[in-house]
């Protein structure tokens, strides 16, 4: 055990109740005794170091979270970016038809 890391421990139980198995049965065979399975149920480490994996976790989440949170307002600054682009294009386009209008009435009067 103290070979693996806890989050190995915790994926391994099954390796672990056949290495507890084999110690078992090898120490237990000189009194009679065969054991026929060991069952690991759960690791039960110390608190701090279970605090110490939730806060890990915790940061993990919150570092994810941050992340998404940036990407969302990059996109929201890109979209803001191409409508501004877009109005005022949408307005070089009015103030270009009224000039051609405005072209056309002078053009009107001069005649006159």
């Known amino acids: 055990m103290p070979a693996k890391t806890l989050d190995e421990a915790f994926s391994s139980k099954d390796q672990i109740a056949v290495a507890v198995k084999e110690q078992l049965q090898h120490e237990m ?4 005794y065969e054991i026929v ?21 915790a940061q993990n989440r919150l570092k994810e979270a941050s992340s998404a949170r940036g990407d969302g307002e990059k996109i929201l600054l890109v979209k803001l970016a191409e409508a501004d682009k877009e109005s005022k294009y949408l307005s070089g386009l009015g103030v270009a038809q009224q000039r051609r209008y405005r072209r056309g009435v002078d053009d009107e009067e001069a005649e006159l």
């Open 29 to 32: 065979k000189e009194y009679g």
């Open 37 to 57: 399975r060991a069952l690991v149920t759960d690791l039960n480490p110390d608190s701090r170091v279970k605090a110490s994996m939730n806060e890990i976790n």
